[in-house]
């Protein structure tokens, strides 16, 4: 026992010995490794047969350096400062609208309702020619975008063009400090169940779930709260702790972080009094529900306080710091990893192996643990709903529709002819409108290849080189005659998938983001599935039954 125990203290001992040696011997290779660097970049500038921009080689090296890394680890140089803060604040001095690149022009896809773009008449659809004098012809939309952005209280000259318009329009408008709304939309159905649509976890986002709460449980007597989370890819960490402490009593762990730095190793609770311990509680995610949007439905599963309801959440379990550099520059940095209250951490990939590829999403099950009512949970995969519902991807035709402007061009077609539509909530795809979009793809000659015609053109070059093309020619020829014939009938066979995207393309020129949620959730097979839980119309009490286990 003795031996042990003198054994165990010379290794106390030496572990912090050894510590400081690695820090020692890190220290020296970072030395030597910017002494190099700076020598190279000295001769270069000294020797090369060109000019060349010590500025742009910098930040390619760098870029270079942290692509090693994680994603989320990236180098914010002063161009970009403004950009950064928007992620924490939802702030920026602009117009208010968010643009697209269609491989020739900018063209404006949203402009925020109540914000200089929309005030100034600015329409989905307008295409940006010019910024104060500045082509912008060929120009991305993050190079258009700082020409968009500036000081609040300064004036921006634009030159636009707008579908079924001849001449170009021009128009000045005045930048304001924008504020994009962390809650787009929320509303208390007939039936007694709120929902709230959170869009983001920028500043004071937990207050104002907070107070929008507290508003719709005095006026209504509330039989359920869905709190939406699809598509929000995270933002501030305290604000989703706020956001679980309304359903969550005080001092309770939410969210663990552990990394490298003292600094970033701590435990974040609960601070508040609940606003509601009882109110039956949906939570709705999918695959791009990130970061604060699984802390808060890991925490809410975790505690067994609400059913999470959709699909697998995206996987991100990072945490990141935003640290000060020289020159006005920044670096956004993973500092550690955060946990829920079950211990488990939500972070699908291990970026340390980043180099094996054969690490990829999937749906194994990874190391289990227990929710506080006993019910079984997995790390390593975002957060498992507890309710799944499946949905099926979109047909080749209807992606090719939507990824290639198809749908968004028509909507600028409709606008222009149509001065209004039925409200956000009633409106829809009408048989007239739906042969007008059909004739409309059809006069763009819209043409694309499928997965079929891919694999008959891989059977056929397969079958040539084996020397079989001559004698299998005649099935083939049949095949392709029969997917041609029923490739002719996609727009047909597709069409509920294809006037879901354009009934939302339509609202947003009239209803902006607020329409389009609105005009969502008609058909909405997640919050149809709420409803169910939350209001047993079932007949049998699924919400207890999930919470339970049983």
């Given at each position: 026992?003795?031996?042990i125990?003198i054994?165990?203290?010379?290794?106390a001992?030496?572990l912090?010995?050894?510590?400081?040696?690695q820090?020692?011997?890190?220290?020296f290779?970072?030395?030597k490794?910017i002494?190099?660097y700076?020598?190279?970049?000295r001769?270069?500038?000294?020797?090369?047969v060109?000019?060349?921009?010590?500025?742009?080689l910098?930040?390619?090296?760098?870029?270079a350096?942290?692509?090693?890394l994680?994603?989320?680890?990236?180098?914010i140089p002063?161009?970009?400062?403004?950009?950064a803060k928007?992620?924490t604040?939802?702030?920026?001095?602009?117009?208010?609208a968010l643009i697209?690149y269609?491989?020739e022009?900018?063209?404006f896809?949203d402009?925020y309702e109540?914000?200089?773009?929309?005030?100034?008449?600015?329409?989905a659809g307008d295409?940006?020619?010019?910024v104060n004098?500045?082509?912008c012809k060929?120009?991305n939309?993050?190079?258009?975008s700082?020409?968009l952005?500036?000081?609040?209280?300064t004036e921006?000259k634009l030159?636009?063009?707008?579908?079924?318009?001849?001449?170009?329009?021009?128009m000045t408008?005045k930048?304001e400090?924008v504020?994009?709304?962390?809650i787009?939309?929320y509303k208390?159905?007939?039936?007694?169940v709120?929902?709230?649509?959170?869009?983001?976890?920028?500043r004071?986002a937990g207050k104002e779930?907070?107070?929008?709460?507290l508003e719709?449980?005095?006026?209504?007597?509330?039989k359920?709260?869905?709190l939406?989370l699809r598509?929000?890819g995270?933002?501030?960490?305290?604000?989703?702790?706020d956001i679980v402490?309304l359903?969550?009593?005080?001092?309770?762990?939410?969210v663990s972080?552990?990394?490298?730095?003292?600094?970033?190793n701590s435990i974040h609770?609960t601070?508040n009094d609940?606003?509601?311990?009882e109110i039956?509680l949906?939570?709705?995610?999918d695959?791009?529900?990130?970061?604060?949007?699984e802390i808060?439905a890991?925490?809410?599963?975790?505690?067994?306080?609400?059913v999470?309801?959709g699909q697998?959440?995206?996987?991100k379990g990072?945490?990141?710091?935003?640290?000060?550099?020289?020159?006005?520059?920044?670096?956004?940095v993973t500092v550690?990893?955060?946990?829920?209250?079950?211990?488990?951490?939500?972070q699908e990939i291990?970026?340390?192996h980043k180099?094996?590829?054969?690490?990829?999403?999937?749906?194994?099950?990874?190391k289990p643990?227990k929710?506080?009512?006993?019910r079984t949970?997995?790390e390593?995969?975002?957060?498992?709903p507890?309710v799944k519902?499946k949905?099926?991807?979109?047909?080749?035709?209807?992606a090719?529709l939507f990824?290639?402007?198809?749908?968004?061009?028509?909507?600028?077609?409709?606008?222009h002819?149509?001065?209004s539509?039925a409200?956000?909530?009633?409106?829809?795809?009408?048989?007239a409108?739906?042969?007008?979009f059909?004739?409309?793809?059809?006069?763009?000659?819209?043409a694309?290849?499928t997965?079929?015609e891919?694999?008959?053109?891989k059977l056929?070059?397969?079958?040539?080189?084996?020397?079989?093309?001559?004698?299998?020619k005649p099935?083939?020829?049949?095949?392709?005659k029969n997917l041609?014939a029923?490739?002719?009938n996609?727009l047909?066979?597709n069409?509920k998938?294809i006037?879901e995207?354009l009934?939302?393309?339509?609202?947003?020129?009239?209803?902006y983001?607020?329409?389009?949620?609105?005009?969502s959730?008609?058909?909405?097979?997640d919050l149809?599935?709420?409803?169910?839980?939350?209001?047993?119309?079932?007949g049998?009490d699924e919400?207890h039954?999930?919470?339970s286990?049983?």
């Amino acid at each position: 026992m003795k031996k042990i125990q003198i054994i165990t203290f010379i290794l106390a001992l030496l572990l912090p010995l050894g510590l400081l040696a690695q820090e020692k011997q890190n220290n020296f290779e970072i030395a030597k490794s910017i002494d190099i660097y700076n020598s190279l970049l000295r001769e270069l500038n000294l020797n090369y047969v060109d000019e060349i921009n010590p500025g742009e080689l910098n930040e390619t090296a760098i870029k270079a350096m942290l692509d090693e890394l994680d994603p989320y680890t990236v180098f914010i140089p002063e161009s970009d400062i403004e950009n950064a803060k928007f992620m924490t604040t939802g702030e920026y001095g602009g117009i208010g609208a968010l643009i697209q690149y269609d491989g020739e022009l900018t063209r404006f896809s949203d402009p925020y309702e109540g914000w200089p773009a929309q005030k100034a008449g600015i329409i989905a659809g307008d295409a940006i020619l010019e910024v104060n004098g500045v082509d912008c012809k060929k120009k991305n939309t993050q190079e258009v975008s700082n020409l968009l952005k500036g000081q609040p209280g300064t004036e921006v000259k634009l030159k636009i063009k707008r579908y079924g318009e001849d001449k170009p329009l021009e128009m000045t408008l005045k930048r304001e400090k924008v504020k994009i709304d962390n809650i787009p939309y929320y509303k208390v159905f007939d039936n007694g169940v709120a929902y709230l649509a959170l869009s983001g976890f920028t500043r004071d986002a937990g207050k104002e779930v907070k107070d929008k709460l507290l508003e719709m449980k005095k006026n209504h007597t509330l039989k359920g709260f869905v709190l939406d989370l699809r598509g929000n890819g995270g933002g501030l960490m305290n604000e989703a702790v706020d956001i679980v402490n309304l359903f969550i009593p005080k001092a309770k762990a939410v969210v663990s972080m552990k990394g490298k730095a003292a600094n970033a190793n701590s435990i974040h609770p609960t601070t508040n009094d609940p606003v509601d311990l009882e109110i039956p509680l949906a939570i709705l995610v999918d695959g791009n529900s990130a970061s604060a949007s699984e802390i808060v439905a890991g925490a809410i599963q975790d505690y067994d306080r609400g059913v999470i309801i959709g699909q697998r959440t995206f996987g991100k379990g990072l945490v990141q710091n935003i640290l000060p550099l020289s020159y006005n520059t920044q670096m956004k940095v993973t500092v550690a990893h955060y946990y829920i209250p079950s211990g488990r951490c939500i972070q699908e990939i291990d970026y340390s192996h980043k180099k094996d590829t054969t690490q990829t999403k999937n749906d194994t099950l990874g190391k289990p643990f227990k929710t506080l009512g006993g019910r079984t949970v997995y790390e390593g995969h975002g957060i498992m709903p507890d309710v799944k519902v499946k949905r099926d991807a979109y047909a080749t035709v209807t992606a090719y529709l939507f990824a290639k402007n198809y749908i968004f061009d028509y909507a600028n077609k409709f606008h222009h002819e149509h001065k209004s539509i039925a409200p956000a909530e009633s409106f829809q795809i009408d048989e007239a409108t739906y042969q007008d979009f059909m004739k409309f793809v059809k006069d763009k000659k819209f043409a694309y290849t499928t997965e079929s015609e891919k694999a008959i053109e891989k059977l056929k070059k397969t079958a040539k080189e084996e020397g079989y093309l001559d004698k299998i020619k005649p099935q083939i020829e049949l095949l392709e005659k029969n997917l041609a014939a029923e490739k002719e009938n996609d727009l047909i066979s597709n069409r509920k998938d294809i006037e879901e995207l354009l009934r939302s393309e339509i609202v947003g020129r009239y209803y902006y983001q607020k329409g389009r949620i609105i005009a969502s959730l008609n058909d909405d097979p997640d919050l149809k599935r709420a409803f169910e839980i939350l209001l047993n119309t079932n007949g049998k009490d699924e919400y207890h039954s999930i919470l339970s286990g049983k």
